[in-house]
């Protein structure tokens, strides 16, 4: 059974760049579209844009100029880089495959 | 791109039914059959329940069921337990290749 779990850092300063990676387990990345989607606390879901394993994207029109998604099929992993941060940025961020499939959910928080 | 717009909440009693709305445009709900609906209870991840409009995956009971009609799709879910007590999400594909999540809705069971 497929499962994914999101990594990396858990507080990112304001105008930096905020990066996660979210690693597939017990199945192939390969032939599958892989989103990332968020939650700030409280509020609902917002789906940031999605990757296929050809490589090509599609990103949520208001995130797309702070938005760069990538895949490395050889590690089955994909990754999440969004830059200039604010203290909007703060949510729980979620990987899911074809948005069936979700992670557990990973908590960044934007502070100084 | 907009967000579907749900009720912010419903409510139903133990056994009886209810119906979530979730409405959205010509340019994703009324123009796509991929509208999907996610069940959250508190501190956890969403969960799919109905994917292409009606359809259940694996494991989710036939209690929950999907429609749509014209830029609304619904979410119905019979026999209420207690628990369903949990957020849901509508999700539609739209234009441009994008994806649009409606704004959620909580469901208490009295």
């Known amino acids: 059974q497929v499962q994914l779990q999101e990594s990396g850092p858990g507080l990112v300063k304001p105008s930096e760049t905020l990066s996660l990676t979210c690693t597939v387990s017990?199945?192939?990345?390969?032939?599958?579209?892989w989103s990332w989607i968020r939650q700030p606390a409280g509020k609902g879901l917002e789906w940031i844009g999605r990757?296929?394993?050809?490589?090509?994207?599609n990103y949520n029109p208001s995130l797309k100029s702070r938005v760069t998604m990538s895949i490395d099929t050889s590690k089955n992993q994909f990754s999440l880089q969004l830059s200039s941060v604010t203290a909007a940025d703060t949510a729980v961020y979620y990987c899911?495959?074809?948005?069936?499939?979700w992670g557990q959910g990973t908590t960044v928080t934007v502070s100084s | 791109q907009s967000a579907l717009t749900q009720p912010r909440s419903v409510s139903g009693s133990p056994g009886q039914s209810v119906t979530i709305s979730c409405t959205g445009t010509?340019?994703?709900?009324?123009?796509?059959?991929?509208v999907s609906w996610y069940q959250q209870h508190p501190g956890k991840a969403p969960k799919l329940i109905i994917y292409?409009?009606?359809k259940r995956p694996s494991g989710v009971p036939g209690r929950f069921s999907g429609s749509k009609s014209g830029n609304t799709a619904s979410l119905a879910i019979s026999g209420l337990q207690p628990e369903d007590e949990a957020a849901y999400y509508c999700?539609?594909?739209?234009?441009?290749?994008?994806?649009?999540f409606g704004g959620g809705t909580k469901l208490t069971v009295l």
């Open positions: 899911a495959r074809n948005m069936d499939v």
């Open positions: 017990g199945g192939s990345i390969s032939s599958y579209y």
């Open positions: 990757i296929y394993s050809s490589g090509s994207t």
């Open positions: 010509s340019s994703d709900v009324g123009n796509y059959n991929s």
């Open positions: 292409d409009v009606s």
């Open positions: 999700c539609s594909y739209a234009v441009t290749y994008t994806l649009v």
